[in-house]
Structures are given as structure tokens and as C-alpha cells.
């Protein structure tokens, strides 16, 4: 739990089709926009024509996607003046490798099509700020402050695009490894901070920038509270593997009476994996590792997280 967040990663046993599956096929929105260099505010200018179009593809979920002819044709665009060879894909001004099946011959046939990998949009590394502006500490976000679809930019002529390299490959064993690794995300916004304050009358937090330990938590937790989620982990192997779990806490008030007033105790089906103890307003940022055997094949898991201040009514944002 990461407050706002948990990240909890295992090696589990690679059984099904579904977990074996590695490539997707998934449909979504394409739009025609004109670009003019005058309003677009990409973080590369260089990739942009001004005055030419562009297909625009919005991205949800991280996947393989697939665009064929059709998707060109349904958009508007007259493919017979289309090179494949040199369609290019853009996400945040750079240029992305992409596959593309029949461009050799310079013609956008009936059957030809591009597969790219593409990802939501993520909060990715963030820094957060003293009241001096200088940088206090980085998180990796999951969510992004404004939006999670990510925009993919789509354009032809010109140069020959970047494309993904061919090679052949064969495998004496198909599979080598009877693990994975999963990852679970576990993360519920339901208060804002603005952050770090140390009394009625800090207002350091006033602030352009993020400032040291605001944003989004589950729970401003108090003495007794117990934070509850689960999940699944039906495929776990059969020789115990080591899981890492990571949360992050920020204490939203102190005692000066109490060294190391603020516990968090973390549990996975009901077994102690974490015991920290912060002074004031020292945040948590905490990684763990435990052994998968306390995991379960047959039932939901189940994390806990319980806060205790010692000396007073203390809270802490998880």
C-alpha cells in the first residue's frame, strides 16, 4: 500500500493462457487534426510540421495495438498517397519504433497494418518541493494529476519511419521459466493535502510547486485505524519466492513531548511484514521483502495497514 499507495510484486507460476498471452489487439478512437505550430505545446517541438495532418490515437490501457488500412481510410485519409514506409508514430515528441507488415514494396495494401506498443499515461517521477523551491524528495506516480489517456501522434511523408528490427529466434526449451513476476497496485484517492504543515499557522504550503507531502491519500489515519484491501494471487509457485512490498505515509501532525510518536504496522493475512516508526513529520517511504508462502492459491489476500500515535491524538496521511 502506498499512502496513496502500495506496490506489492511475487513470482507466480505461468499456467494459463491468459498469463502466457503476451500480445494484444485492441481497438480505439482516431481523429484528424490539423497542427499549427502556433498552438501545439509538445515537449519536442522538432517533430512537428505545421499545417499538416496528423492522426491522433488516444490510449487508455498499455497494450499492442493494431491500425490498419481501414483506420486510415475510415479517418478521411486517402491511402494512395500514403508511402508506409514512411508513417511515424509520436508520443510526447519522440518518435517510437513500430512494426510494420507489408511497407517493403512503398504500397498501403488492403491487408497491411502496424502494431505498436503504447501505455496510458502515468504519473511517473515527481518531484515535491521545500518552501525554498528546492527538490525534497521524488515519487514514481501511478496516476497522472490531470489525466490518465495518452495521446499517440501519427503522421507520413517525408523520411522513412522508425520500425521495430526482424530476426529469427527458436528456443530449445519454449519455457524456460515457470515463473513471473506480478505486480499489484493498490491505491484509493479520497483526500487531497496540501501538504507538510506543522500548526494552524504553517503556510509553507503555499506554493506553486508540489510541495513536501501533498497530494492525494486513502485516509488521514488516526490511533486504532485499520486500513483493509485484497487480492489475488491464484498461481503462486510451489517453491516459496521472495514478494517486496512498498507504502508510502506523511504525518500530518507532531508532539515534541514523544520521540518516534507516528507507527505504521503492515499485515498480509494477518502476518507482521512491516513495523516503522517516524518522528514528527518524517515521512514513510518503506520497501519490505516477505516470502510468498504467507500468500494464499485458494482465497483472497488480504493487506492491512494499522496506525498508532503514542502521547497524543496523532494523524497520518496514508
Known amino acids: ?42 515537449q519536442n517541438f522538432n517533430w512537428i510540421t505545421p499545417n499538416k495532418f496528423y492522426l491522433k490515437l488516444y490510449v487508455l490501457d498499455d497494450a499492442m495495438y493494431r491500425i490498419t488500412r481501414a483506420d486510415f481510410t475510415n479517418a478521411g485519409i486517402n491511402t494512395a498517397n500514403v ?16 512494426y510494420f507488415q507489408g511497407d517493403t514494396d512503398r504500397v498501403f495494401d488492403p491487408n497491411d497494418y502496424m502494431d505498436l506498443y503504447a501505455t496510458r499515461n502515468y504519473g511517473g517521477a515527481t518531484k515535491y518541493y521545500t518552501v525554498d523551491n528546492t527538490v525534497f ?21 517525408g523520411g522513412d519511419g522508425a520500425r521495430c528490427s526482424s530476426f529469427d529466434f527458436s528456443a530449445v526449451d519454449p519455457y524456460a521459466s515457470e515463473t513471473f513476476t506480478e505486480r499489484f497496485h493498490f491505491e484509493k ?26 497530494g492525494w491519500y486513502w485516509s488521514n489515519m488516526y490511533t486504532g485505524l485499520t486500513l483493509t484491501d485484497t487480492f489475488s494471487t491464484p498461481y503462486l509457485p510451489v517453491t516459496p519466492a521472495n514478494c517486496t512490498l ?63 500515535a503514542t502521547g497524543y491524538d496523532g494523524h497520518t496521511l496514508f
Open 83 to 98: 508511402d508506409p514506409r514512411t508513417i511515424k508514430v509520436f508520443n510526447k515528441g519522440v518518435e517510437i519504433p513500430v
Open 246 to 308: 512498498n507504502f508510502f505515509a506523511y504525518p500530518s501532525d507532531l508532539t515534541y513531548s514523544v520521540f518516534n510518536e507516528h507507527r505504521i504496522i503492515i499485515y498480509v493475512n494477518n502476518n507482521v511484514v512491516a513495523d516503522v516508526l517516524k518522528n514528527d513529520l518524517t515521512r514513510f517511504n518503506s520497501t519490505v521483502t516477505f516470502s510468498s508462502s504467507l500468500l494464499r492459491n485458494d482465497t483472497l489476500n488480504v493487506v492491512k495497514a494499522y496506525y498508532q
Open 137 to 157: 524528495y521524488q515519487k514514481d506516480e501511478y496516476f497522472n494529476l490531470y489525466s490518465d489517456t495518452n495521446v499517440y501522434w501519427i503522421g507520413w511523408d
Open 189 to 214: 484517492d479520497k483526500v487531497y493535502s496540501q501538504g507538510e504543515r506543522s500548526g494552524s499557522t504553517d503556510y509553507r504550503f503555499f506554493n506553486n510547486e508540489m510541495f513536501q507531502g501533498e
Open 1 to 42: 500500500m502506498n499512502t496513496r499507495k502500495e506496490n506489492s510484486t511475487c513470482n507466480q507460476t505461468a499456467l494459463t493462457s491468459r498469463e502466457m498471452s503476451s500480445f494484444k489487439i485492441t481497438s480505439f478512437a482516431i481523429l484528424i487534426l490539423i497542427m499549427f505550430a502556433e498552438i501545439a505545446y509538445p
